[in-house]
DNA sequence: TGTCACAATATGTCTATACTTATTTTTGTG
DNA sequence: CACAAAAATAAGTATAGACATATTGTGACA
C-alpha cells in the first residue's frame, strides 16, 4: 500500500471507487485538496489523476462546482486513420497500387457543400485501387483542392492517401462512416457481386479553413475496421 | 507576443513549427529545458505541451531519445460510443424500445470464442429494437455473462444498452465496425429489403480479464457514424 | 421581489526544484 | 573485437506554493 503515490496510483484507487460505486453516479467527489491529504501527496498530482479520468470521460470537471461521477460514462473509442498501405501490410497482406484517373473537375454537389466551395472552383480528381495481395481492397475516390497542392505531383506511383498524410499539414476535419451498396462501377472495381455490402469512408480535411480534400474510401466486401478500448 | 505563457500557446507554436517544417518530420527538436528557456517559462510547461502533442500522435518522444516530428501523423478519430437512445435524440428524433426476446442459451461459436468461454457456459441472450420515430433504428443482439446480472434485472423497458453503461464499470474491450447484408431476419426486423448494406458494430466488453458482454448492433440502412477531429 | 455587485470556492495553471527512469553513449576489460 | 559496466542524457514525475479563472452563492439595494 506504500511506496510512492504516482498519479497513476491515485487515478487506480479513484477508478476503484468509481467502479465500487463509493462514488455513486453523480455524485460529488471529495476536493483535490482533500484527496491530496488523504493520499498524502501534492495537489497537483491529484489534478493530474483527475484530469485524466475526466479526459476519459468518467469524470466532469468544473470549476467551483467541483468534480462529480459521470451519469453517462462516454466510452471513447479511438482509432487511427492512417496510410491505407499500413493498413495492408498490418493485415499481413503484400500491397499494391493502381492510378485509375487524375482529372481536373468540377465537383458533384455534395463535395462542393462539404468543402464549403463556389459554384465555379474546379478540383483535381484522383481515384485509385489499393490492392491486398493482388486483390481490390479498396478505391479511393478523392478531390484535392488544386491550389493548395500542385499539379506536378504525380499520384502514379504512390497514393495520393500516402502524399497527403506525409506532406500536408492539417488542422481538422470529419470522418463519416456507412456500409453502402456496390454499383455497378463499384462491383467492376472492386471484383465483387453488384449490390454487395461495402463498407466506406468519407473523410473531408480542413487546414485554417481552407479544405484541402475530399475522399471517399470504399472497401472490398468483408472488410473490418478493428479498435481496442 | 507577450502575456503568460501558458502550456496551449507553447503547443500552438510547437504546431506552427511542425506544420511550417520548420521541424521537419522525422527530425529532433529541441529539448524541453531549451524551449523552456527560448519560451522563458518552466520546463513543466513545456513538457505539458508536447505531452499533448505526442498525445496527438504529432511527436514521438523517448526518454533519452528526445522528441522527434512523427513521420506518419497518425490521425486518431475519437468518438463517442454512449446509449444508442442518446444517439436517436441527438439526431433529433424520438426515442422508442422494444424488447424481442430475453433468452438463456448456449451461445455460437464465435461469441464463445470472443468472450473466452468453454463449452458448458450457458449465456443471457437478449433481443431488442431500438426505434426512431418509430422506424426500426437498431438491432441490438447481446449475449450477457449471467454470473454478472442478475436474472432479476428486466430489459423490457430500459434496454441492457443502457443498464449496462449504467450499471456496469468496465475496464476494456474491442470494437469492430463493419458492413454487412440483410439477411432474411434481419430485413423482417429492420423493416428494409433482403440484401440491404446495414452498417454493424461487434462490440465485446471485459472488466479485469472477466467477459461481461459481447453484442451486435446492426443498424437501418442509411445509418451514417459521424465524428470529427 | 428581482437583480447586481461581490465574496467565496474549486479547479486550472505556472514555477522552481528535485529526483526517477529508460535509453544511449562511452569506457573499460577479457 | 566483443561485450559488459558505467556515465550521461532527456523525458517522466512529484512537490510546495502562488496566482488565475470560472462559477456559485449571498447579501445589499432598489
Redesign the interface.
Known sequence: MDGPVTWQSVRAEALRR??AREWP?GSQIPHEADLATEFGCARATVNRALRDLAEA?LLDRRRKGGTRVS?????????????IR?DIEARGHGYGYQLLSDTCDRPPDTIRKALKLDDTTRMRAVQALHLADGQPFCLEMRWINPALVSADVSFETTSANEWL??NM?YS??????????ADDALAKVLDCAQ??????IDRTTFSEQHPITAVTLT?A?G???????
Open positions: 468509481i467502479r453516479p470521460g451519469l453517462t460514462p462516454v466510452r471513447k473509442a479511438t482509432f487511427e486513420i492512417a496510410i499500413h498524410v506525409r499539414s481538422g476535419g470529419d470522418f463519416i462512416f456507412y456500409a453502402t451498396p449490390g454487395a455490402a461495402l463498407f466506406a472497401y466486401p472488410y473490418r475496421m478493428f479498435t481496442q478500448v
